[in-house]
Nanobody, 121 residues
């Protein structure tokens, strides 16, 4: 019902910046939350940042002060601005959305395909 399309990943040098985008489309009544997760080599998937419908945000301690999550509600799009990137930020980044298709629908989780972010000299 819902598709998440991610973009913006790539190769950057340490200290550089990237901005990831994720656009949700399909049958959407409301989006309760959107967030970004990542999975580095040999590691489990972890929450990076989440933004709630009222605008509140939460970040992993490892990215606080460097990453900023934001939303464009009119476009059902979430962004992750990543500054001062470090090699340990290297991972596949996944977009997640918590979506209601109708006013009385169950809340469902949807995931993007993931986009590779590599931080290296």
């Amino acid at each position: 019902q819902v598709q998440l399309v991610e973009s913006g990943g790539g190769l950057v040098q340490p200290g550089g910046s990237l901005r990831l985008s994720c656009a949700a489309s399909g049958r959407i009544f409301s989006i309760n939350a959107m967030g970004w997760y990542r999975q580095g080599p040999g590691k489990e998937r972890e929450l990076v940042a989440v933004i709630i419908s009222d605008g509140r945000t939460n970040y992993a301690d490892s990215v606080k002060g460097r990453f900023t999550i934001s939303r464009d509600n009119a476009k059902n799009t979430v962004y992750l601005q990543m500054n001062s990137l470090k090699p340990e930020d290297t991972a596949v980044y996944y977009c997640n959305a918590v979506v209601k298709a109708t006013m009385s629908s169950w809340v469902n989780d949807y995931w993007g395909q993931g986009t590779q972010v590599t931080v290296s000299s």
